[in-house]
């Protein structure tokens, strides 16, 4: 069978991409594809090997952007600059992007995930060490923190979860900046 004249596979992960968005990754499968692009279930695999590889699209799409933001927003910036700019540009691609977000949480068997992936370990381990928050040796259990922080703001946000008047920007680099305070004293204590 041919191929749908029109239809290409960036369609369908834009289109799988905008479902996630509403849904959550788990919304998106083949019926639901079909159903949004107005074509049968079947017109899909001539672009696409399946859901898997749709979900695997999805989290190197998300992990690429979400990089791209990262990396973006630390351009001339050094220091409590850079690491607030980081993590404001992390958690703002969280919310505006729900679906790539979920999607680059992902575990998929890709190659380019695991490349992207150990691309953003590096920019933000980069940014510890060259700043002084981490050492070599502390440098992957400070990013493994600053994830956990920056994720659990970004779930916190979504789900609405924040109810007092003061501002969640304000709180998210008040809590950053406690984070690498805590960073430098204990960097300081281990060298």
Known sequence: MSPRIGLTQ?????????IADQEGVNGVSLAALSKKMNVRPPSLYNH????????????VRGLTKLFDQMADSVTERKGDSAMLSLAHAYVDFAI???????????????????????QIVCLVT?????NGYASEK????A???????????????????????????ESLSFSIRTFLSGLLINNKNIM
């Open 48 to 59: 696409i090997n399946g859901l898997q590889a749709i979900r695997a699209e999805l989290a």
């Open 143 to 169: 990013t493994r923190g600053l994830r956990s922080l920056l994720h659990g703001f970004t779930v916190l946000i979504a789900k609405e979860a924040f109810e007092r008047e003061e501002d969640i920007l």
């Open 10 to 18: 960036k369609m369908i992960v834009d289109a799988a991409a905008e």
């Open 96 to 118: 505006e992007n729900p679906g790539y977000y979920e999607a680059a949480l992902l575990k998929v068997h890709d190659k380019r995930t695991e490349i992207v992936s150990d």
């Open 126 to 130: 980069k940014l510890l060490i060259e």
């Open 138 to 141: 502390t440098a992957i259990h």
